[in-house]
């Protein structure tokens, strides 16, 4: 069975640019995440999709990121303008969605702002 | 909002030596606990689990017991090797839309 797959593995960008990370989950997995997590720190729930509709965005930066995840399978993230404190790696992760499942992750997309 | 509190680290063990890793939670109802491990240069994959109090979850020598008075799932371990050498994540999972909180990670270096 593929695992989670995630694109880029890295970039690089200055601050004020844009980038788009992209994921592709487990086929058939209900639910899809986006974590941040910034070294040293545990994974942040950045929002969580439940098909193709959003059940929490509650921690995304919404004035300068956005995600989608067309037809309920595939997603993208993107960061417009990207600062600093944007230097993280983005995990991806996807579950059945339902009955304590555990999450399947991607090997994240380690980002750098200069 | 729920919580998950770990030890710091790093921790630093010889081969063969006792580990224990302590992990409290605060949520509300009934979460699912996890240990997620990610190796170095690898993403993070479930170590193991337990749905409900009093439930131990066991994986690759590690366990771990659901208590539900302390609010804690401390990870441990009786011999550790030097490939168990990575950061550790306590996490729990809740409510309708199965939210996963991570604690902020441990990192183990076992030396030989």
């Known amino acids: 069975e593929a695992g989670v797959a995630q694109s880029p593995r890295y970039k690089i960008i200055e601050k004020r640019q844009s980038v788009a990370f992209w994921c592709n989950p487990i086929s058939g997995h209900a639910t899809l995440y986006w974590y941040q997590q910034i070294l040293g720190q545990g994974p942040k729930l950045l929002i969580q999709?439940?098909?193709?509709?959003?059940?929490?965005d509650s921690q995304l930066p919404k004035d300068r990121f956005s995600a989608e995840r067309l037809k309920g399978v595939d997603s993208t993230l993107k960061i417009q303008p990207a600062k600093l404190e944007d230097s993280a790696v983005y995990l991806c992760?996807?579950?059945?969605?339902?009955?304590?499942?555990?999450?399947?992750f991607g090997e994240g997309s380690r980002l750098t702002v200069l | 909002g729920n919580s998950v509190t770990q030890m710091e680290g790093p921790v630093t063990l010889s081969e063969e030596a006792f580990l224990t890793i302590n992990c409290t939670y605060t949520a509300t109802g009934y979460p699912s606990l996890f240990w997620y491990v990610q190796y170095p240069g690898e993403g993070l994959q479930l170590l193991l689990k337990?749905?409900?109090?009093?439930d131990k979850g066991s994986n690759k020598g590690f366990e771990a017991t659901y208590r539900k008075e302390t609010t804690s799932f401390h990870l441990e371990k009786g011999s550790v090797q030097v490939s168990d050498s990575a950061v550790y994540f306590c996490?729990?999972?809740?409510?309708?839309?199965?939210?996963?909180?991570f604690g902020t990670g441990t990192k183990l270096q076992v030396i030989p």
């Open positions: 996490a729990l999972l809740s409510g309708g839309y199965q939210k996963v909180t």
């Open positions: 337990a749905t409900k109090a009093d």
């Open positions: 992760a996807s579950s059945l969605g339902t009955g304590n499942r555990e999450l399947f």
């Open positions: 999709f439940q098909n193709n509709g959003v059940v929490d």
